[in-house]
């Protein structure tokens, strides 16, 4: 890579596998998104890319095949319609995801998600990280996706429009799995970006180049990092309530009153994606969500019928999503596109969701490409880790992978229950499942 590709990182780009060609990620706070953004998103991919757009299990959206004499135009275009890709790659904070975006509170957290994704971004204090620093805030701790943030908030209550949250600091997937652990119960909202700003300095301070926070972590101790933090002066402080209009785009979520579309290993063609978007300007105020596991949701509009917007979103995209494509089976780009990918991921997640049962389909799936578990692995109910290649007789390097699964009255992470299985394996094991 020259120094000028590192350095269009912090713009949200990364080197594809293949030479000549480049990745631009797009942030989304709490995988939110109006219409009108996903229409020029769409139209990238199309005048720029491949005419596909990639839904990430951050809630995120990437675009592939792109050159690098287009970058400036490209950012250029996001910009008119108020996107930005700063800080989507890189040693910075990345865009603040949510899980639970069909919560009564997610106005409230989609809010302070684009605050803090605003206070951050570009901020150039916080733009030489030694590595990403991922912050996710959710509506409960059951998904566990808390645990795997460099930090994760945890709303536990609200009052009068604002939100008291745990922070969880230091967790992480990769080659090193590592939960996070509760740093600050109960901290109302005005704290957290204080409070963010001084485990960012402590962490700027402490680590070395290319590690994450849980590897200070490790190294120190959660003792030596309290002190530390207590020693930083905006530990503390608190700021004056956020005052004016509300920032969500999403205003109210009803309950029973969304609706998803499903994408197969989060791929859309930039025109399903427009008709998504006209689908949105019609049913749900113009307001489209990346879900976490990578498809489109639509919070409806109070004074419309469930029924009619289900069948209208039914005929909407045509051919209609298939039995597979309803399956919850996260995947990451792989070898199709990532320079780390070690397996063909869509591929195999085709293969593998045409093997399962009744049962299988049922379960949450997450299938990655590397030890770098984009797609979460540790969270599913069956994740799916592709460990390494192997030479086969005939000289052909084949993936393994490895298997994580839920301990039983756990709420930690996945554990690897099989290593270095061949697909063939894979797939018995995926038919014992049901
Ligand atoms: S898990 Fe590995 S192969 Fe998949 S997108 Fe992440 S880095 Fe690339």
């Given at each position: ?19 000549g ?11 939110t ?11 990238i ?57 069909d ?27 030694p ?107 608190e ?20 609706l ?69 089976l ?6 199709h ?70 301990m ?8 690897k ?18």
């Amino acid at each position: 890579m020259t120094t000028e590709l590192r350095d269009y990182r912090l713009d949200g780009i990364y080197r594809q596998k293949q030479d000549g060609f480049l990745m631009q990620r797009i942030k989304l706070a709490a995988g939110t998104i109006s219409s009108q953004q996903t229409r020029m998103a769409a139209d990238i991919a199309d005048r720029f890319g491949q005419g596909s757009v990639h839904l990430t299990s951050r809630g995120n959206m990437e675009i592939h095949w792109l050159r690098e004499a287009d970058l400036p135009e490209i950012k250029r275009r996001l910009a008119t319609v108020g996107l930005t890709a700063r800080g989507a790659c890189g040693g910075a904070v990345r865009g603040v995801t949510c899980s639970e975006q069909d919560r009564a509170d997610f106005p409230l957290i989609e809010a302070l998600a684009r605050r803090i994704q605003h206070h951050f971004t570009g901020n150039p204090r916080f733009e030489r990280l030694p590595k990403k620093f991922k912050i996710g805030i959710e509506a409960r701790s059951g998904g566990r996706r808390h645990l795997i943030q460099d930090a994760g908030l945890v709303l536990v209550r609200t009052q009068d429009g604002r939100g008291w949250y745990d922070l969880w600091v230091g967790g992480g997937l990769g080659r090193e799995p590592q939960p996070g652990f509760l740093l600050a119960g109960e901290i109302v909202e005005e704290r957290i970006i204080p409070l963010l700003e001084a485990v960012l300095r402590v962490y700027l301070a402490g680590a070395p180049a290319g590690k994450r926070l849980k590897h200070l972590l490790r190294e120190i101790g959660e003792e030596e990092f309290r002190q530390r933090l207590d020693a930083d002066p905006s530990a503390h402080e608190e700021l004056p309530p956020h005052r004016g209009l509300a920032e969500n785009l999403v205003s109210t979520t009803d309950e029973g009153r969304r609706l998803e579309f499903h994408c197969f290993a989060g791929q859309l063609s930039a025109d399903s994606l427009r008709q998504l978007a006209t689908f949105a300007d019609s049913w749900a105020d113009g307001v489209l969500q990346v879900t976490v596991n990578q498809n489109i949701a639509f919070q409806l509009v109070r004074q419309c019928k469930f029924d009619q917007a289900q069948a209208a979103l039914g005929t909407t995209i045509s051919p209609a999503p298939t039995q597979e494509d309803k399956i919850t089976l996260r995947v990451c780009p792989g070898s199709h596109e990532c320079r780390a990918g070690l397996s063909a991921t869509r591929d195999i997640a085709g293969i593998l969701a045409k093997s399962m049962g009744p049962l299988a389909r049922r379960l949450c799936w997450a299938l990655s490409g590397c030890h770098n578990s984009c797609t979460q692995p540790q969270l599913a109910d069956v994740g799916i880790v592709t460990s390494r290649l192997i030479a086969d007789d005939d000289g052909q390097r084949t993936p393994r992978f490895d298997l994580y699964r839920p301990m039983d009255g756990d709420g930690d992470l996945n554990q690897k229950t099989e290593a270095a299985l061949t697909l063939e394996e894979l797939l018995a094991t995926i038919k014992k499942l049901g």
